[in-house]
Structure formats: structure tokens, C-alpha cells
């Protein structure tokens, strides 16, 4: 689960108009359901038996084990772990007798740039007769997508343009009026509905895809902008500022382009909500007021009266990374195709913390992986093959941007149009058997009744995602593929322990978020209950059998963005 760029997607201002599309129909179901199940949850608290598919707890747990082993060095794109972790789930592909799925091959070269960005240990904000001196990972977190060794910001007029959103549909400009040309543009995180003062401004609470950091940063390099800070605030972000540093520090991949990212803004930045407010203070303003104004319509930016300097210097290296790709043969209808995804990347080596310095990303996503190979192992042994071919697919650089799957979605293997669903798999988490099944994107295809039809099976109900607020939609892999059209599904058990319920569900998910979630803390124990994650897989298996034994397609549903590009790409919609 990542905190994706997604640029490629926004490639003009008048992209806000398909971009209000995209909030549009998840957010407004999801928000719908928040608070009220979607059906009524089975009214006793056992699971039925596990049938003999081969998706065991066991197995999971040892395919964990070996891709989060400190001798994988955290899977992070252009290191001996991507070699390790790639080369193991090829191997395993091929021991299940699995065909390789990219030209004879089980790797597809995805194309990225690393830049591993070295900014200055202090930015110096001047102006007003002051002088602020910000400390980097303290204070900030500064990188570029610009393809130099050296880039120089002196003397940067900062300018204040609330949450740096454009949209038009929604009558709301934060640049109207703003000369950011040359400039750097701070920002609010998150959307102009966050705040909760007005539940009809943007999709209340339930973010946007404006609100993510990628959008900012491509409309502020629209309005010609020098550069964007983005102030943290650890609730509307929905991770503290760990994730930032963790997530941000070093070396970073990005996709390779004609340009070599000039047409970027030169600096991409965060800072926290504490150098914010020195910020403000020291432009003469008050933060908290400069935050109430940005939540109202018709709100105005403004200069700061502040400039700011720094430098970044950048190694640059140009290099291919690997998608795993593995295809087992549909019987009767073998050119249509059904994609299950994980991502196989983390995060590597990095800061220590407690002495720790390996970033293992067990959960994320070495479990995904697992439910994969899990997955594969159920199909090639069941009496009934499917009809279509399965295709399995363990994608790079989700960390860094989704930027493995995002290089299939737009260099497919298999073509768009005969691809009949995406389902994907990011954290299948290890606190027990779950009661719901919860579903990011509640309400966009059918796939929904395709889950549900599985969940009966396990005595389980659906449920939306809980927390809209974090855009979770737009932070795995699954949404690469939903924005070429493909009907994508991503759910998993979160929120309704079956022996513990609600209340224990949600404090093992809010402490892994605060205590691992891209930390070194996120490591294989073998203590875990993976019982509910091989009940996720299963029932991921079983929505894939379904489809693989049918000829129609599933669909988006009436309201959703995605249906017109479906059927645009696809006769059979």
C-alpha cells in the first residue's frame, strides 16, 4: 500500500474534469456505507471448514517467512533483494509448472530512474527581517523528479495556495489569482472536504484523488511553479510523519521519460505541521487562521513575504526493474485473461530505528505475494481448470509510485480488451479469521457480487472501506489497472475480528499502522494468526474461479468513472 504519483494519469488542467469523475462514484459509496454495513452480518461467530484447495495459513506463512527474511534486504527495485525476491517467485511459478507469461520469459522490464537525492542538512527561509533555518528530516523532506545532478532553489518566493487544487466542477481554484510562476507553492494535505465543516464540499470526508500528493505536485508544475511543499498533519494524512521520512529519504524510482523530468517542478517536498506554523509566524501570519480561510469557497491565496533556498544533489541511474509475470492456460477461452496482483517491492535498507535497519515489509507485501503463490498452487491443483488463463502477476516500485503496475497497465502483455478482471492483493493482515470483507472502491463493478458470492460461502458479509478519508483507492495497484478500464478488485478483512470483534479488529490495524507500517517493525513473527489471510485468499480464489468458468464480462457500474474507457477499449464492455 503506497502513497502513489500516478502522474502519468493528469496530463492537463483539463484532466479536472475526468478527475472529478474519479472521485465521484467511490467516494460517494463509500461514505454512504461508512457507518452502516452494508448487509446484515451472520449472527454467530463460527467459520465454516476450510475445504482441502491447498491455501493454508501454513503456506502463506512460510512464503512470508522467506520474501521478509532479512536475507531478501527489505526487496527494495535495483538491489540484490529485487534479484532475491524476483528469482524466488519465479522459481515457484515454475515449480507449479506455470508458463512464463512475458514473451517466454517470467520477467517484464519495467524502465525507471533512480535519483538518490542528497538535499542540503538546513533550508534557509529569509524574508519579513527574519531569517528561519530548516532541518532536513526534522523539518523536511525534500526531492526532485528533474533528471540533474544538481538542483539549486535560491531564493524562492513561497506562496500560500491552500490545497493547491484546481476543479472546476467543483468551483474551486486555490490558484485563481496566484502568480506561482518561478515560485514554490505550500500547501495544505489531503482535500477541501476533509475538514468535515461541510459534508457537500468535495466528497465530505471521503479524499479525492485531489488530494493526493501526486495531483499537487502536477498542478503546481502546471501553473509553471518552481516548486511544492506540502505541510504534514498526521491526522487528514492518515500516517505520521515516520512514513514521510521512510517513504521520502534516499534514493528514489521514478518512471523514465523523453524529458527526463523537466517538466517537473524542481523541488517535491513535505514539511512538518510544526515548521509550518514557524513558517507562518515568521510571514507575519497565524497558521490555524491561514487553514480555516483555505477550508472556505471562495478562499484567496497570497504570498508568504518569504523566500527560500536550498540544494539537492542528485546521483542519477537509469536502470530496469522486473514485473514477474506467470500464466497458467485457460482450457476453453485461453485468449481472455484474469490478473491477480501483489507487489513483490519494499522499501530496503534505510534509517535504523531501535537498530534495526532493514525494512522486511512482511505484510506490506509480503503477504500479497504469498496469497498469490498461494493462489496459483489452488488452481493447479484443483480437478476443475478454468476456462480462461490466469495470469499472475508480482509488480514492482508500488512503493515508489505504483509504477510496475502502471508500466503493465500501459504495456500489457495481454490485451486490455480480453482482460476481464484485475484482483489484487496488498496487506493480508494477520490478526485471525475476519467476519467482513471489506472492499476499497465499495460499489464501482460487479465484482462486488462476485465477493459477496464468496463471502456467503464463508459465513462472511461485505462491507465498504471504513476510513474513505485516507483515498485508499488510489494507493495499490489495482487502480494502474482501473484506469485503463479493467474491472478491478481489492478487498480483505479488517475491520470485524470473528473472535474478538470490532474494537480489537480496529486497534490491531491503527497499531500497525502507527507502530510498523514502513518501519523495520514490519517483520515476519511467527506467532501470527494467518487464518484470516488464507480465508482472503480463498476467497479471492473463488471470485477467480467463478470468472474463469463464465464468457460474459463483469461491469462497471452506472456512475463510474471507469465504465466509459471499458467500453471504449471493449466491445464486451
Not at 460517494?28 to 471448514?49: C, G, I, K, Q, R
Not at 535495483?78 to 525476491?85: C, L, M, N, V, Y
Not at 524529458?259 to 507575519?284: C, I, N, P, Q, Y
Amino acid at each position: 500500500m503506497r502513497l502513489s504519483t500516478l502522474c502519468g494519469w493528469l496530463v492537463s488542467a483539463a484532466t479536472g474534469l475526468l478527475l472529478a469523475a474519479c472521485q465521484g462514484n467511490t467516494s460517494t459509496s463509500e461514505t454512504a456505507t461508512t457507518t452502516a454495513e452494508t448487509e446484515a452480518a451472520p449472527t454467530d461467530t463460527a467459520s465454516v471448514p476450510a475445504p482441502n484447495d491447498g491455501i493454508t495459513p501454513a503456506l502463506i506463512g512460510q512464503h512470508i517467512k522467506v520474501l521478509a527474511s532479512d536475507e531478501f534486504q527489505g526487496r527494495r527495485p535495483f538491489t540484490a533483494g529485487e534479484d532475491k525476491a524476483t528469482t524466488y517467485l519465479a522459481s515457484e511459478f515454475k515449480k507449479l509448472g506455470l508458463q512464463p507469461g512475458a514473451n517466454g520469459s517470467y520477467f517484464q522490464a519495467v524502465p525507471l530512474v533512480e535519483i538518490a537525492g542528497k538535499p542540503d542538512s538546513i533550508a534557509t527561509v529569509t524574508g519579513q527581517g527574519k531569517t528561519l533555518q530548516l532541518k532536513y528530516r526534522d523539518d523536511f523532506m525534500f526531492l526532485t523528479e528533474q533528471e540533474k545532478t544538481v538542483v539549486d532553489i535560491k531564493s524562492s518566493p513561497l506562496v500560500f495556495a491552500g490545497y493547491g487544487v484546481t476543479a472546476p466542477e467543483y468551483q474551486w481554484d486555490d490558484y485563481a489569482g496566484l502568480d506561482v510562476k518561478g515560485k514554490t507553492v505550500v500547501v495544505l494535505i489531503n482535500d477541501p472536504g476533509n475538514a468535515g465543516n461541510d459534508t457537500t464540499m468535495f466528497k465530505g470526508n471521503a479524499m479525492t484523488y485531489y488530494g493526493r500528493w501526486g495531483y499537487k505536485y502536477e498542478e503546481a508544475a502546471r501553473h509553471g511553479a518552481t516548486g511544492l511543499l506540502i505541510i504534514h498533519d498526521t491526522k487528514p494524512a492518515s500516517y505520521p510523519w515516520t512514513v514521510v521520512q521512510s517513504s521520502n529519504g534516499g534514493a528514489k524510482l521514478h518512471p523514465q521519460t523523453a524529458d527526463h523530468g523537466a517538466s517537473k517542478v524542481a523541488l517535491e517536498g513535505w514539511m512538518t505541521l510544526d515548521a509550518a506554523r514557524k513558517l507562518f509566524a515568521a510571514a507575519g501570519q497565524n497558521y490555524d487562521e491561514a487553514y480555516t480561510a483555505a477550508n472556505k469557497r471562495g478562499f484567496k491565496g497570497n504570498a508568504l513575504g518569504l523566500n527560500i533556498s536550498t540544494t539537492i544533489r542528485n546521483k542519477i541511474t537509469r536502470k530496469t526493474s522486473k514485473n514477474v509475470v506467470a500464466v497458467l492456460p485457460g482450457t476453453t477461452r485461453a485468449k481472455e485473461h484474469i490478473i491477480y496482483s501483489a507487489h513483490w517491492d519494499h522499501l530496503g535498507v534505510g534509517k535504523p530505528i531501535a537498530g534495526d535497519s532493514i525494512y522486511n515489509g512482511a505484510l506490506d507485501n509480503a503477504s500479497g505475494c504469498a496469497g498469490l503463490l498461494a493462489i496459483a498452487k489452488a488452481f493447479v491443483q484443483a480437478k476443475e481448470k478454468p476456462g480462461r488463463s490466469i495470469v499472475f502477476l508480482a509488480v514492482t516500485g508500488e512503493e515508489q509510485g505504483l509504477l510496475g503496475s502502471d508500466y503493465y497497465a500501459q504495456h500489457p502483455l495481454f490485451p486490455v480488451a480480453s482482460t476481464v478482471a484485475d484482483i489484487n492483493m496488498d496487506e493480508l493482515l494477520a490478526f485471525g479469521p475476519m467476519r467482513d470483507v471489506t472492499i476499497v472502491g465499495y460499489g464501482q463493478s460487479e465484482l462486488d457480487e462476485y465477493a459477496r458470492a464468496a463471502a456467503k460461502e464463508q459465513n462472511r458479509y461485505l462491507i465498504p472501506f471504513q476510513h474513505p478519508e485516507t483515498g485508499s483507492f488510489y494507493r495499490s495497484d489495482h487502480f494502474s489497472f482501473a484506469k485503463v478500464g479493467i474491472p478491478a478488485l481489492y478487498a480483505s478483512g479488517q475491520f470485524d475480528s470473528r473472535l474478538h470483534g470490532k474494537a480489537f479488529a480496529e486497534k490491531q490495524r491503527k497499531d500497525f499502522e502507527e507502530k510498523a507500517y514502513h518501519q523495520p517493525a514490519d517483520q515476519y513473527d511467527p506467532a501470527w494468526d494467518l487464518r484470516g489471510a488464507a480465508e482472503d485468499a480463498r476467497l479471492m480464489f473463488r471470485v477467480g474461479q467463478k470468472l474463469a468458468g463464465e464468457t460474459t464480462f463483469p461491469k462497471w457500474k452506472e456512475g463510474s468513472e471507469f465504465k466509459a474507457t471499458r467500453e471504449k477499449n471493449s466491445p464486451k464492455g
